[in-house]
Nanobody, 122 residues
């Protein structure tokens, strides 16, 4: 499985960005995807997950501002990020698993993308 992210960049606080992640290698629609972020000196943390069922899970810090979606026909996940804050900045990683539900913790069970940088200036 390969994951390729796009859409990172720099934005002022209050702005928006949309991240995309294209997956290849899954043979069915039974897969879940997610976005994690990692700030310098900090552990990688879950931001948003979308499960095979279409259900979503968000970190409390992004609820109401971020929206994760998935196009099963294209094996692509999107993360729409609105009302960005400086603390939202970091390296954003796309992750995926070939299972019904994704865990809300980073780990070796995930396939990972290479990461895309998000910088939010105040």
């Amino acid at each position: 499985v390969q994951l390729v992210e796009s859409g990172g960049g720099s934005v002022q606080a209050g702005g928006s960005l949309r991240l995309s992640c294209a997956a290849s290698g899954f043979s069915s629609s039974r897969y879940c995807m997610g976005w994690f972020r990692q700030a310098p000196g900090k552990e990688r943390e879950a931001v948003a997950l979308i499960h095979s069922t279409g259900e979503t899970t968000y970190a409390d810090s992004v609820k109401g501002r971020f929206t994760i979606s998935k196009d099963n026909a294209k094996y692509t996940s999107y993360l729409q990020m609105n009302s960005l804050k400086p603390e939202d900045g970091g390296l954003y990683f796309c992750a995926a698993q070939g299972r019904l539900y994704c865990p809300f913790v980073a780990g070796d069970s995930y396939y990972w993308g290479q990461g895309t940088q998000v910088t939010v200036s105040s």
